[in-house]
T-cell receptor, first 113, second 114 residues
Framework: ETGVTQSPTHLIKTRGQQVTLRCSSQ?????VSWYQQALGQGPQFIFQ???????GRGNFPPRFSGLQFPNYSSELNVNALELDDSALYLC????????????FGPGTRLTVT | AQSVTQLGSHVSVSEGALVLLRCNYS??????LFWYVQYPNQGLQLLLK??????LVKGINGFEAEFKKSETSFHLTKPSAHMSDAAEYFC????????????FGTGTSLTVIP
């Protein structure tokens, strides 16, 4: 059974640029959630995708967007990067829409300069 | 407002001593409760969870937690700390009216002193 994988591991971008982060969910899972973890903080929920549809969104602006593909892998896109977007971005997969434990990937460390 | 609070951002214990990490939530309806551990430069690993049923739940690596509705708490314990337990620990909650959104506490960094 393959776990959750994310790419790239690290990324450095300049303010104003756009970035795409990728996540492959664990085998058998159809739900992907994305989180932003700033240094020294707990993860903050960005949004969740269930069977290719957005299924809940946290308090993040529209420049944070996502996709889920038929194989349940997912992308997180961030436009017009700001310095405060520097963080560890975590992807988690699960089965079903709610109440089940989520399995996390190792994360992508994004640095915005 | 619904919230998750972890008391103590840093906890130090001696090797072999009891580990107690505190988590309280604010909600009128019992939520689903989870504890995750994060090692440096890694993602989060599930330690244990409570959804329904027995209020004392056992997890991996000798950890356990007890859901106490009257105290709105879900504290994490381990009878005897090991050096490998040093990590960041997060309490996470799914509130019943959000369906799918995890709310995380701010984390507790556990140091184990040899």
């Amino acid at each position: 059974e393959t776990g959750v994988t994310q790419s790239p591991t690290h990324l450095i971008k300049t303010r104003g640029q756009q970035v795409t982060l990728r996540c492959s969910s664990q085998s058998g899972h159809n739900t992907v959630s994305w989180y932003q973890q700033a240094l020294g903080q707990g993860p903050q929920f960005i949004f969740q995708y269930y069977r290719e549809e957005e299924n809940g969104r946290g308090n993040f602006p529209p420049r944070f967007s996502g996709l889920q593909f038929p194989n349940y892998s997912s992308e997180l896109n961030v436009n017009a990067l700001e310095l405060d977007d520097s963080a560890l971005y975590l992807c988690a997969s699960s089965y079903g829409q709610g109440g089940s434990e989520q399995y996390f990937g190792p994360g992508t460390r994004l640095t915005v300069t | 407002a619904q919230s998750v609070t972890q008391l103590g951002s840093h906890v130090s214990v001696s090797e072999g001593a009891l580990v107690l990490l505190r988590c309280n939530y604010s909600s009128s309806v019992p939520p689903y409760l989870f504890w995750y551990v994060q090692y440096p430069n890694q993602g989060l690993q599930l330690l244990l969870k409570y959804t329904t049923g027995a209020t004392l739940v056992k997890g991996i690596n000798g950890f356990e937690a007890e859901f106490k509705k009257s105290e709105t708490s879900f504290h994490l314990t381990k009878p005897s700390a090991h050096m490998s337990d040093a990590a960041e620990y997060f309490c996470a909650v799914i509130f019943s009216n959000t369906g799918n959104q995890f709310y995380f506490g701010t984390g507790t960094s556990l140091t184990v002193i040899p």
